[in-house]
Protein backbone atom coordinates (compact mmCIF):
# COMPACT_ATOMS: atom_id res chain seq x y z
CA UNK A 1 0.00 0.00 0.00
CA UNK A 2 2.67 2.20 0.05
CA UNK A 3 5.54 1.66 -2.31
CA UNK A 4 8.83 3.81 -2.14
CA UNK A 5 10.50 3.16 -5.57
CA UNK A 6 14.47 4.28 -6.02
CA UNK A 7 13.88 7.33 -4.27
CA UNK A 8 17.02 9.32 -4.35
CA UNK A 9 17.82 12.62 -2.09
CA UNK A 10 20.96 14.22 -2.08
CA UNK A 11 21.44 17.00 0.97
CA UNK A 12 24.06 20.37 -0.60
CA UNK A 13 24.75 18.82 -3.46
CA UNK A 14 27.98 20.10 -5.11
CA UNK A 15 29.17 20.97 -1.72
CA UNK A 16 31.98 20.06 0.67
CA UNK A 17 29.03 18.95 2.57
CA UNK A 18 27.51 16.93 0.19
CA UNK A 19 25.44 13.99 1.85
CA UNK A 20 23.48 11.31 0.05
CA UNK A 21 20.40 11.07 2.59
CA UNK A 22 18.69 8.68 0.55
CA UNK A 23 20.54 6.32 -2.32
CA UNK A 24 17.90 4.31 -4.39
CA UNK A 25 15.91 3.66 -1.78
CA UNK A 26 12.98 1.15 -2.29
CA UNK A 27 10.80 -0.58 -0.06
CA UNK A 28 7.11 -1.46 -0.17
CA UNK A 29 4.65 -2.03 2.95
CA UNK A 30 1.42 -4.56 2.33
CA UNK A 31 -1.86 -3.70 4.11
CA UNK A 32 -1.74 -3.51 7.99
CA UNK A 33 2.29 -3.73 8.22
CA UNK A 34 3.79 -2.35 11.45
CA UNK A 35 7.16 -2.00 9.89
CA UNK A 36 9.79 -0.47 12.61
CA UNK A 37 12.99 1.12 11.31
CA UNK A 38 16.20 1.83 13.26
CA UNK A 39 19.38 2.99 12.14
CA UNK A 40 22.15 5.65 13.01
CA UNK A 41 22.26 9.04 12.98
CA UNK A 42 22.24 10.11 9.75
CA UNK A 43 21.86 6.97 8.18
CA UNK A 44 18.14 8.30 6.16
CA UNK A 45 15.40 6.84 8.63
CA UNK A 46 13.97 10.11 9.04
CA UNK A 47 15.23 11.32 5.86
CA UNK A 48 12.35 8.77 4.88
CA UNK A 49 9.79 9.44 6.72
CA UNK A 50 10.15 13.01 6.01
CA UNK A 51 10.38 12.37 2.33
CA UNK A 52 6.72 9.89 2.66
CA UNK A 53 5.11 13.21 4.78
CA UNK A 54 5.87 15.13 2.21
CA UNK A 55 8.06 17.51 4.50
CA UNK A 56 11.00 17.30 1.80
CA UNK A 57 11.11 16.35 -1.89
CA UNK A 58 13.22 14.05 -3.45
CA UNK A 59 15.58 14.39 -6.37
CA UNK A 60 14.22 10.75 -8.42
CA UNK A 61 12.38 8.45 -7.66
CA UNK A 62 8.80 7.48 -6.86
CA UNK A 63 6.25 7.44 -3.83
CA UNK A 64 3.19 5.41 -4.20
CA UNK A 65 0.22 5.29 -1.53
CA UNK A 66 -2.35 3.15 -2.21
CA UNK A 67 -2.26 3.62 -6.31
CA UNK A 68 -1.61 7.43 -6.12
CA UNK A 69 1.22 8.92 -6.87
CA UNK A 70 2.53 11.15 -3.96
CA UNK A 71 5.89 11.58 -4.82
CA UNK A 72 5.29 15.62 -6.19
CA UNK A 73 2.32 16.25 -3.66
CA UNK A 74 2.58 19.22 -1.19
CA UNK A 75 2.52 18.50 2.58
CA UNK A 76 -0.94 19.42 3.08
CA UNK A 77 -2.04 17.56 0.01
CA UNK A 78 -0.68 14.16 2.04
CA UNK A 79 -2.43 14.58 5.19
CA UNK A 80 -5.77 12.72 3.47
CA UNK A 81 -3.21 9.70 3.24
CA UNK A 82 -1.32 10.04 6.47
CA UNK A 83 -1.09 10.56 9.94
CA UNK A 84 1.83 11.86 11.47
CA UNK A 85 3.35 11.83 15.38
CA UNK A 86 6.63 13.82 15.65
CA UNK A 87 9.83 13.73 18.09
CA UNK A 88 8.99 16.71 19.84
CA UNK A 89 5.95 16.90 21.70
CA UNK A 90 5.30 20.58 21.05
CA UNK A 91 5.09 19.58 17.70
CA UNK A 92 1.96 17.25 17.22
CA UNK A 93 -0.88 20.13 18.70
CA UNK A 94 -1.46 23.95 18.95
CA UNK A 95 -0.19 25.18 21.67
CA UNK A 96 -2.47 27.87 22.30
CA UNK A 97 -5.59 26.06 21.47
CA UNK A 98 -7.95 23.63 23.43
CA UNK A 99 -7.88 19.95 23.27
CA UNK A 100 -11.05 19.88 22.08
CA UNK A 101 -10.35 22.38 19.06
CA UNK A 102 -7.19 20.27 18.22
CA UNK A 103 -9.07 17.28 17.90
CA UNK A 104 -11.53 19.05 15.68
CA UNK A 105 -8.67 19.68 13.36
CA UNK A 106 -7.53 16.67 13.68
CA UNK A 107 -11.00 15.18 12.47
CA UNK A 108 -11.27 16.96 9.27
CA UNK A 109 -7.86 15.96 8.73
CA UNK A 110 -7.56 16.64 4.50
CA UNK A 111 -10.86 17.01 4.01
CA UNK A 112 -12.29 20.80 3.04
CA UNK A 113 -12.41 23.53 5.46
CA UNK A 114 -15.65 25.55 5.15
CA UNK A 115 -17.76 28.13 6.52
CA UNK A 116 -19.20 25.34 8.97
CA UNK A 117 -19.06 26.28 12.88
CA UNK A 118 -15.24 24.54 13.58
CA UNK A 119 -16.77 23.00 16.96
CA UNK A 120 -19.97 21.19 17.09
CA UNK A 121 -21.53 20.81 20.53
CA UNK A 122 -22.80 17.27 19.32
CA UNK A 123 -19.07 15.90 18.61
CA UNK A 124 -18.14 16.17 23.04
CA UNK A 125 -19.41 13.31 23.64
CA UNK A 126 -17.11 11.45 20.89
CA UNK A 127 -14.11 13.51 21.37
CA UNK A 128 -14.68 12.52 25.70
CA UNK A 129 -15.20 8.76 24.52
CA UNK A 130 -11.86 8.99 22.73
CA UNK A 131 -10.26 10.79 25.33
CA UNK A 132 -11.30 8.49 27.93
CA UNK A 133 -9.19 5.50 26.26
CA UNK A 134 -5.79 7.34 26.63
CA UNK A 135 -6.29 6.72 30.60
CA UNK A 136 -5.01 10.01 31.23
CA UNK A 137 -7.70 12.06 32.49
CA UNK A 138 -7.90 14.31 29.32
CA UNK A 139 -11.87 13.82 28.55
CA UNK A 140 -12.75 15.77 31.78
CA UNK A 141 -10.47 18.62 30.50
CA UNK A 142 -11.73 19.53 26.45
CA UNK A 143 -11.09 23.09 27.24
CA UNK A 144 -8.07 23.20 28.23
CA UNK A 145 -4.92 24.60 26.44
CA UNK A 146 -2.49 22.10 25.15
CA UNK A 147 0.07 23.91 26.13
CA UNK A 148 -0.35 23.27 29.46
CA UNK A 149 -0.54 19.86 29.22
CA UNK A 150 2.21 17.49 29.88
CA UNK A 151 5.04 15.91 27.27
CA UNK A 152 3.66 12.66 27.67
CA UNK A 153 -0.48 13.66 27.27
CA UNK A 154 0.75 15.82 24.08
CA UNK A 155 2.60 12.87 22.68
CA UNK A 156 -0.80 10.36 23.57
CA UNK A 157 -3.36 13.37 22.22
CA UNK A 158 -1.36 13.64 19.49
CA UNK A 159 -1.45 9.76 18.69
CA UNK A 160 -5.46 10.12 19.34
CA UNK A 161 -5.36 13.26 16.38
CA UNK A 162 -3.19 10.67 14.21
CA UNK A 163 -5.62 8.23 14.50
CA UNK A 164 -8.71 10.13 14.85
CA UNK A 165 -9.72 10.12 11.20
CA UNK A 166 -7.73 6.79 10.57
CA UNK A 167 -5.29 7.57 8.43
CA UNK A 168 -3.84 4.94 5.04
CA UNK A 169 -0.54 5.15 7.05
CA UNK A 170 0.68 6.45 10.33
CA UNK A 171 4.24 7.94 10.69
CA UNK A 172 5.91 7.75 13.96
CA UNK A 173 9.05 9.61 14.07
CA UNK A 174 10.72 8.72 17.28
CA UNK A 175 7.59 9.86 19.13
CA UNK A 176 8.72 8.60 22.36
CA UNK A 177 12.69 9.99 22.12
CA UNK A 178 11.47 12.65 24.30
CA UNK A 179 9.59 11.23 27.16
CA UNK A 180 11.01 9.53 30.15
CA UNK A 181 11.09 6.06 30.40
CA UNK A 182 7.90 5.34 32.05
CA UNK A 183 5.78 7.96 29.98
CA UNK A 184 7.84 6.08 26.62
CA UNK A 185 5.96 2.76 28.13
CA UNK A 186 2.55 4.23 28.06
CA UNK A 187 2.44 5.98 24.88
CA UNK A 188 4.24 3.28 23.50
CA UNK A 189 1.48 0.82 25.15
CA UNK A 190 -1.15 3.06 23.73
CA UNK A 191 0.92 3.21 20.18
CA UNK A 192 0.49 -0.80 20.43
CA UNK A 193 -2.88 -0.79 21.48
CA UNK A 194 -4.51 1.78 18.78
CA UNK A 195 -2.81 0.33 15.60
CA UNK A 196 -3.91 -3.10 16.42
CA UNK A 197 -7.66 -1.88 16.77
CA UNK A 198 -7.74 -0.16 13.89
CA UNK A 199 -5.05 -2.08 12.08
CA UNK A 200 -3.30 0.44 10.89
CA UNK A 201 -0.17 0.30 8.19
CA UNK A 202 2.56 1.93 10.58
CA UNK A 203 6.15 3.07 10.31
CA UNK A 204 8.04 3.52 13.42
CA UNK A 205 11.40 5.52 13.25
CA UNK A 206 12.81 4.40 16.77
CA UNK A 207 16.30 4.99 18.64
CA UNK A 208 15.53 1.93 20.82
CA UNK A 209 16.39 -1.77 19.55
CA UNK A 210 14.17 -3.34 22.24
CA UNK A 211 10.90 -1.64 20.93
CA UNK A 212 11.26 -2.27 16.98
CA UNK A 213 12.11 -5.67 17.72
CA UNK A 214 9.18 -5.96 20.35
CA UNK A 215 6.81 -4.13 17.71
CA UNK A 216 5.70 -4.65 14.34
CA UNK A 217 5.46 -7.21 11.76
CA UNK A 218 8.72 -6.29 10.26
CA UNK A 219 11.99 -4.51 11.32
CA UNK A 220 14.17 -2.54 8.53
CA UNK A 221 17.56 -1.27 9.39
CA UNK A 222 18.86 2.08 7.25
CA UNK A 223 22.56 2.51 6.67
CA UNK A 224 23.87 5.02 4.94
CA UNK A 225 20.69 5.67 3.17
CA UNK A 226 19.66 2.37 2.05
CA UNK A 227 17.74 -0.33 4.02
CA UNK A 228 20.70 -3.05 4.72
CA UNK A 229 18.59 -5.80 7.28
CA UNK A 230 14.89 -6.54 6.82
CA UNK A 231 13.24 -8.96 8.73
CA UNK A 232 9.74 -10.11 8.98
CA UNK A 233 7.52 -12.31 9.51
CA UNK A 234 8.45 -15.81 11.93
CA UNK A 235 12.33 -14.59 11.85
CA UNK A 236 11.26 -11.37 13.20
CA UNK A 237 9.41 -12.96 16.10
CA UNK A 238 12.62 -14.66 16.93
CA UNK A 239 14.83 -11.86 16.55
CA UNK A 240 16.92 -10.39 19.44
CA UNK A 241 19.22 -7.83 20.13
CA UNK A 242 21.97 -9.67 20.02
CA UNK A 243 21.29 -11.28 16.86
CA UNK A 244 20.44 -8.27 15.14
CA UNK A 245 23.96 -6.67 16.31
CA UNK A 246 25.56 -9.84 14.81
CA UNK A 247 23.91 -9.40 11.20
CA UNK A 248 24.88 -5.72 11.48
CA UNK A 249 27.96 -6.65 12.36
CA UNK A 250 28.31 -8.99 9.36
CA UNK A 251 27.18 -5.96 7.11
CA UNK A 252 28.96 -3.24 8.55
CA UNK A 253 32.36 -5.42 8.52
CA UNK A 254 32.70 -4.40 4.63
CA UNK A 255 31.69 -0.77 5.22
CA UNK A 256 32.68 2.13 7.97
CA UNK A 257 32.25 1.64 11.51
CA UNK A 258 30.72 4.72 12.45
CA UNK A 259 27.49 3.18 13.08
CA UNK A 260 27.76 0.07 15.11
CA UNK A 261 29.49 2.49 17.69
CA UNK A 262 26.01 4.36 17.99
CA UNK A 263 23.56 1.49 17.94
CA UNK A 264 25.47 -0.61 20.51
CA UNK B 1 -4.28 78.30 27.45
CA UNK B 2 -4.41 76.73 31.10
CA UNK B 3 -3.89 73.58 32.41
CA UNK B 4 -7.07 72.70 34.70
CA UNK B 5 -8.33 69.04 34.61
CA UNK B 6 -12.16 70.39 33.37
CA UNK B 7 -10.25 71.57 30.12
CA UNK B 8 -8.58 67.82 29.71
CA UNK B 9 -12.28 65.80 30.07
CA UNK B 10 -13.28 67.94 27.06
CA UNK B 11 -10.62 66.61 25.34
CA UNK B 12 -11.60 63.40 26.12
CA UNK B 13 -14.71 62.47 23.80
CA UNK B 14 -12.65 63.32 20.61
CA UNK B 15 -9.49 60.82 22.05
CA UNK B 16 -12.34 58.33 22.61
CA UNK B 17 -13.35 58.60 18.92
CA UNK B 18 -10.06 58.50 17.92
CA UNK B 19 -8.93 55.21 20.03
CA UNK B 20 -12.06 53.54 18.95
CA UNK B 21 -11.25 54.32 14.86
CA UNK B 22 -8.28 53.23 15.63
CA UNK B 23 -9.58 50.21 17.36
CA UNK B 24 -10.28 48.60 14.32
CA UNK B 25 -6.74 48.81 13.28
CA UNK B 26 -5.68 47.73 16.10
CA UNK B 27 -7.88 44.78 15.37
CA UNK B 28 -6.79 44.02 12.21
CA UNK B 29 -2.98 44.42 13.43
CA UNK B 30 -4.19 41.75 16.50
CA UNK B 31 -5.34 39.10 13.71
CA UNK B 32 -1.74 39.11 12.33
CA UNK B 33 0.52 39.92 15.12
CA UNK B 34 -1.31 37.62 18.04
CA UNK B 35 -3.22 35.27 15.48
CA UNK B 36 -0.92 34.28 12.66
CA UNK B 37 2.29 35.30 14.61
CA UNK B 38 3.37 37.50 11.74
CA UNK B 39 4.53 41.25 12.69
CA UNK B 40 2.71 42.69 9.39
CA UNK B 41 4.28 46.17 8.36
CA UNK B 42 2.20 47.15 5.51
CA UNK B 43 -0.23 48.91 7.92
CA UNK B 44 2.13 51.82 7.71
CA UNK B 45 0.84 52.12 3.93
CA UNK B 46 -2.60 50.72 3.84
CA UNK B 47 -3.72 52.44 6.44
CA UNK B 48 -3.55 55.42 4.11
CA UNK B 49 -4.71 53.69 1.19
CA UNK B 50 -7.90 52.97 3.01
CA UNK B 51 -8.17 56.68 3.57
CA UNK B 52 -6.97 57.46 0.36
CA UNK B 53 -9.52 55.63 -1.91
CA UNK B 54 -12.07 56.54 0.38
CA UNK B 55 -11.98 60.19 -0.23
CA UNK B 56 -11.46 59.50 -3.97
CA UNK B 57 -14.16 57.62 -4.59
CA UNK B 58 -16.76 59.67 -2.01
CA UNK B 59 -15.56 62.82 -3.03
CA UNK B 60 -16.57 61.22 -7.12
CA UNK B 61 -19.82 60.92 -5.96
CA UNK B 62 -19.45 57.18 -4.98
CA UNK B 63 -21.98 56.09 -2.57
CA UNK B 64 -20.30 56.41 1.29
CA UNK B 65 -21.32 52.52 2.13
CA UNK B 66 -19.58 51.56 -1.48
CA UNK B 67 -16.41 54.00 -0.83
CA UNK B 68 -16.15 52.25 2.24
CA UNK B 69 -16.09 48.79 0.73
CA UNK B 70 -13.54 49.85 -1.90
CA UNK B 71 -11.09 51.18 0.50
CA UNK B 72 -11.20 47.30 2.24
CA UNK B 73 -10.84 45.97 -0.64
CA UNK B 74 -8.14 48.14 -1.21
CA UNK B 75 -6.42 47.15 1.94
CA UNK B 76 -6.94 43.41 1.26
CA UNK B 77 -5.33 43.87 -1.77
CA UNK B 78 -2.25 45.66 -0.01
CA UNK B 79 -2.04 42.44 1.60
CA UNK B 80 -2.20 39.97 -0.89
CA UNK B 81 0.81 42.12 -1.69
CA UNK B 82 2.31 41.11 1.16
CA UNK B 83 1.34 37.27 1.74
CA UNK B 84 2.21 37.03 -2.10
CA UNK B 85 5.71 38.53 -1.13
CA UNK B 86 5.97 35.91 1.40
CA UNK B 87 4.82 32.97 0.13
CA UNK B 88 5.97 32.81 -3.52
CA UNK B 89 8.66 34.74 -3.25
CA UNK B 90 9.86 33.51 0.20
CA UNK B 91 10.24 36.91 1.70
CA UNK B 92 10.10 36.92 5.26
CA UNK B 93 7.04 38.08 6.18
CA UNK B 94 8.72 41.63 7.56
CA UNK B 95 10.38 42.04 4.92
CA UNK B 96 7.58 41.60 2.88
CA UNK B 97 5.78 44.06 5.17
CA UNK B 98 8.14 46.30 4.51
CA UNK B 99 8.56 46.07 0.60
CA UNK B 100 4.75 46.79 0.21
CA UNK B 101 4.29 49.47 2.71
CA UNK B 102 7.08 51.56 0.80
CA UNK B 103 5.41 50.12 -2.81
CA UNK B 104 2.33 51.38 -1.00
CA UNK B 105 3.81 55.13 -0.55
CA UNK B 106 3.71 55.73 -4.41
CA UNK B 107 0.60 54.02 -4.93
CA UNK B 108 -1.46 56.10 -2.37
CA UNK B 109 -0.06 59.63 -3.90
CA UNK B 110 -0.83 58.35 -7.42
CA UNK B 111 -4.55 57.61 -6.01
CA UNK B 112 -4.57 60.94 -4.84
CA UNK B 113 -2.89 62.95 -6.83
CA UNK B 114 -1.33 64.96 -4.17
CA UNK B 115 -0.54 64.90 -0.87
CA UNK B 116 -3.56 65.98 1.20
CA UNK B 117 -6.79 65.73 0.02
CA UNK B 118 -9.58 67.22 2.28
CA UNK B 119 -12.33 65.99 2.59
CA UNK B 120 -15.48 68.88 3.59
CA UNK B 121 -17.99 68.08 6.07
CA UNK B 122 -20.50 70.49 5.04
CA UNK B 123 -20.62 69.13 1.59
CA UNK B 124 -20.63 65.06 2.10
CA UNK B 125 -22.75 62.89 4.25
CA UNK B 126 -19.88 61.04 6.45
CA UNK B 127 -20.85 58.37 8.74
CA UNK B 128 -18.58 59.52 11.52
CA UNK B 129 -16.62 63.45 11.65
CA UNK B 130 -15.25 65.06 14.45
CA UNK B 131 -18.34 67.99 13.79
CA UNK B 132 -20.87 65.94 14.51
CA UNK B 133 -18.86 64.93 17.92
CA UNK B 134 -18.71 68.45 19.30
CA UNK B 135 -22.66 68.87 17.65
CA UNK B 136 -23.69 65.93 19.78
CA UNK B 137 -22.18 67.70 22.94
CA UNK B 138 -23.74 70.79 22.24
CA UNK B 139 -27.28 69.01 21.82
CA UNK B 140 -27.76 70.11 18.16
CA UNK B 141 -27.28 66.69 17.20
CA UNK B 142 -28.99 63.27 18.32
CA UNK B 143 -26.74 60.58 20.42
CA UNK B 144 -27.41 58.25 17.75
CA UNK B 145 -25.10 60.07 15.35
CA UNK B 146 -22.38 60.61 17.46
CA UNK B 147 -18.69 59.04 16.21
CA UNK B 148 -19.18 57.20 19.72
CA UNK B 149 -22.03 55.83 19.11
CA UNK B 150 -21.45 54.51 15.21
CA UNK B 151 -18.15 53.44 15.35
CA UNK B 152 -19.03 51.25 18.54
CA UNK B 153 -21.85 50.08 16.74
CA UNK B 154 -19.02 49.22 14.19
CA UNK B 155 -17.05 47.62 16.43
CA UNK B 156 -19.55 45.08 17.82
CA UNK B 157 -20.36 43.76 14.90
CA UNK B 158 -16.93 43.67 13.04
CA UNK B 159 -16.13 41.33 16.22
CA UNK B 160 -19.44 39.65 15.96
CA UNK B 161 -18.40 38.59 12.45
CA UNK B 162 -14.88 38.10 13.18
CA UNK B 163 -15.65 35.74 16.24
CA UNK B 164 -18.00 33.92 14.24
CA UNK B 165 -15.57 33.26 11.16
CA UNK B 166 -12.58 32.28 13.38
CA UNK B 167 -14.74 30.12 15.01
CA UNK B 168 -15.47 28.18 11.50
CA UNK B 169 -13.53 25.12 10.00
CA UNK B 170 -11.63 27.91 7.78
CA UNK B 171 -11.07 30.01 10.62
CA UNK B 172 -9.86 27.66 12.69
CA UNK B 173 -7.32 25.89 9.99
CA UNK B 174 -5.65 29.47 9.90
CA UNK B 175 -5.63 29.72 13.69
CA UNK B 176 -3.92 26.54 13.95
CA UNK B 177 -1.55 28.01 11.23
CA UNK B 178 -0.45 30.83 13.41
CA UNK B 179 0.11 28.44 16.87
CA UNK B 180 2.11 25.48 14.87
CA UNK B 181 2.27 25.40 11.26
CA UNK B 182 3.65 22.37 11.19
CA UNK B 183 0.93 20.35 12.86
CA UNK B 184 -1.50 23.01 10.43
CA UNK B 185 0.31 21.41 7.57
CA UNK B 186 -0.19 17.72 9.23
CA UNK B 187 -3.62 18.25 9.66
CA UNK B 188 -3.66 18.85 5.46
CA UNK B 189 -4.63 23.00 6.05
CA UNK B 190 -2.76 24.59 3.04
CA UNK B 191 -1.20 26.97 5.20
CA UNK B 192 -0.02 29.39 2.46
CA UNK B 193 -3.41 30.21 1.53
CA UNK B 194 -4.48 30.67 5.45
CA UNK B 195 -1.46 33.10 5.80
CA UNK B 196 -2.74 35.18 2.77
CA UNK B 197 -6.26 35.03 3.63
CA UNK B 198 -4.77 36.47 7.56
CA UNK B 199 -2.94 39.37 5.71
CA UNK B 200 -5.59 40.58 3.49
CA UNK B 201 -8.55 40.51 6.27
CA UNK B 202 -5.91 42.20 8.76
CA UNK B 203 -4.79 44.98 5.97
CA UNK B 204 -8.75 45.16 5.26
CA UNK B 205 -9.92 46.01 8.25
CA UNK B 206 -7.01 48.88 8.81
CA UNK B 207 -7.72 50.33 6.01
CA UNK B 208 -11.44 50.55 6.99
CA UNK B 209 -10.04 52.15 10.26
CA UNK B 210 -8.07 54.91 7.64
CA UNK B 211 -11.54 55.25 5.76
CA UNK B 212 -13.20 55.92 9.39
CA UNK B 213 -10.07 58.61 10.16
CA UNK B 214 -10.35 60.45 7.19
CA UNK B 215 -13.57 61.22 7.52
CA UNK B 216 -13.24 61.75 11.19
CA UNK B 217 -10.25 64.65 10.63
CA UNK B 218 -11.86 65.52 7.41
CA UNK B 219 -8.79 64.96 5.25
CA UNK B 220 -6.44 62.00 3.65
CA UNK B 221 -2.71 62.86 4.04
CA UNK B 222 -0.17 61.00 2.50
CA UNK B 223 1.76 60.92 6.35
CA UNK B 224 -1.00 59.45 8.04
CA UNK B 225 -0.07 56.20 8.62
CA UNK B 226 3.11 56.64 9.40
CA UNK B 227 4.03 54.73 12.46
CA UNK B 228 0.33 52.90 12.22
CA UNK B 229 1.34 49.70 13.04
CA UNK B 230 3.68 51.13 16.14
CA UNK B 231 0.50 52.62 17.76
CA UNK B 232 -1.56 49.24 16.70
CA UNK B 233 0.65 47.07 18.13
CA UNK B 234 0.59 49.68 21.27
CA UNK B 235 -2.85 49.06 21.59
CA UNK B 236 -2.58 45.24 20.94
CA UNK B 237 -0.18 45.10 23.66
CA UNK B 238 -1.84 47.12 26.34
CA UNK B 239 -4.74 45.88 25.64
CA UNK B 240 -3.49 42.36 26.49
CA UNK B 241 -0.94 42.95 29.52
CA UNK B 242 -4.13 44.41 31.23
CA UNK B 243 -7.19 42.01 30.60
CA UNK B 244 -5.23 38.81 29.11
CA UNK B 245 -5.93 37.45 32.79
CA UNK B 246 -10.13 38.05 32.31
CA UNK B 247 -10.12 37.84 28.70
CA UNK B 248 -10.01 34.51 27.67
CA UNK B 249 -12.51 34.01 24.77
CA UNK B 250 -11.81 35.18 21.65
CA UNK B 251 -14.60 37.70 20.61
CA UNK B 252 -13.12 39.45 24.32
CA UNK B 253 -9.65 39.46 23.13
CA UNK B 254 -10.38 41.02 19.94
CA UNK B 255 -12.25 44.10 22.40
CA UNK B 256 -9.45 44.05 24.83
CA UNK B 257 -7.74 45.11 21.92
CA UNK B 258 -9.74 47.93 21.02
CA UNK B 259 -9.86 49.13 24.83
CA UNK B 260 -5.94 48.82 24.71
CA UNK B 261 -5.96 51.64 21.70
CA UNK B 262 -8.62 53.47 23.97
CA UNK B 263 -6.34 53.42 27.28
CA UNK B 264 -3.50 54.29 24.15
CA UNK B 265 -5.37 57.63 22.78
CA UNK B 266 -6.56 58.83 26.71
CA UNK B 267 -3.02 58.39 27.72
CA UNK B 268 -1.52 60.89 24.61
CA UNK B 269 -4.24 63.15 24.93
CA UNK B 270 -3.41 62.99 28.94
CA UNK B 271 0.54 64.15 28.16
CA UNK B 272 -0.75 66.39 25.39
CA UNK B 273 -2.61 68.44 27.95
CA UNK B 274 0.38 68.38 30.40
CA UNK B 275 2.00 70.33 27.62
CA UNK B 276 4.83 67.92 26.02
CA UNK B 277 5.64 68.35 22.83
CA UNK B 278 3.63 66.46 20.11
CA UNK B 279 6.99 66.09 18.32
CA UNK B 280 7.92 63.57 21.31
CA UNK B 281 4.99 61.40 21.16
CA UNK B 282 6.78 58.48 18.65
CA UNK B 283 9.47 58.71 20.89
CA UNK B 284 7.26 58.08 24.15
CA UNK B 285 4.80 55.18 21.62
CA UNK B 286 7.94 53.25 20.89
CA UNK B 287 9.33 53.22 24.69
CA UNK B 288 5.88 52.26 25.72
CA UNK B 289 5.90 49.38 23.09
CA UNK B 290 9.40 48.45 23.92
CA UNK B 291 8.75 48.37 27.51
CA UNK B 292 5.47 46.14 27.53
CA UNK B 293 6.78 43.88 25.10
CA UNK B 294 9.33 43.17 27.23
CA UNK B 295 7.67 42.71 30.62
CA UNK B 296 6.71 38.98 29.55
CA UNK B 297 9.90 38.52 28.68
CA UNK B 298 11.26 39.76 31.83
CA UNK B 299 8.90 37.87 33.79
CA UNK B 300 9.60 34.18 32.56
CA UNK B 301 13.34 34.91 33.05
CA UNK B 302 12.62 35.22 36.49
CA UNK B 303 10.51 32.50 36.86
CA UNK B 304 13.25 30.91 35.53
CA UNK B 305 15.89 31.76 37.87
CA UNK B 306 16.74 28.82 40.09
CA UNK B 307 15.30 28.86 43.62
CA UNK B 308 17.92 29.77 46.29
CA UNK B 309 15.90 30.47 49.76
CA UNK B 310 16.70 27.24 51.29
CA UNK B 311 20.21 27.34 50.10
CA UNK B 312 21.73 24.61 47.08
CA UNK B 313 23.11 22.60 49.79
CA UNK B 314 19.81 20.63 51.30
CA UNK B 315 19.19 19.43 47.79
CA UNK B 316 22.51 19.11 46.80
Known amino acids: MLDIIQVNKTFNRNT ?20 TVIGGNGSGKSTMLNAVAGVLSVDSGQIFIDENEVTSLAEHRRAPYIG ?87 LLDEHTAALDPKTA ?34 LVMFHAGRIVIDVKGESKKELTVEKLLSM ?17 | ?26 IGVYLTYKVLDIADLTVDGSFCTGGAVFVVLLTRGTNLWIALACAFLAGALAGLCTGAFHVFFGISALLAGILTQIGLWAVNLMIMGKPNLSLNVGRYPLLVSLRYLQEVIKGE ?15 LALIALLYWFFGTEFGTGIRATGSNIKMAKAQGIHTDFAKIFGLMLSNGLVALSGALLTQYQGFADINMGRGAIIIGLAAVIIGEALLAWLFRNFALRLASSVIGALIYFLVIQTVLWLRLDPNYLKLLTAVVVAV ?8 SRVLQLPVRRNGGKDHA
Not at chain 1, 123 to 147: A, I, P, S
Not at chain 1, 248 to 264: G, M, P, V
Open chain 1, 16 to 35: VNENKALTSLSLSLNDGDFV
Open chain 1, 84 to 170: RVFQDPMMGTAASMSIEENLALARRRGQRRGLRWGLPKRDRDFYREKLKELELGLEDRLTVKTGLLSGGQRQALTLLMATLKKPRLL
Open chain 1, 185 to 218: RTVLDLTEKMVARHAITTLMVTHNMKDAITLGNR
Open chain 1, 248 to 264: FEKISAFEDFDDKLLLS
Open chain 2, 1 to 26: MNISFSNLLDQFPGALAQGLIWGILA
Open chain 2, 141 to 155: RPFYSSPLFIVSLFI
Open chain 2, 292 to 299: FLAIPHWK
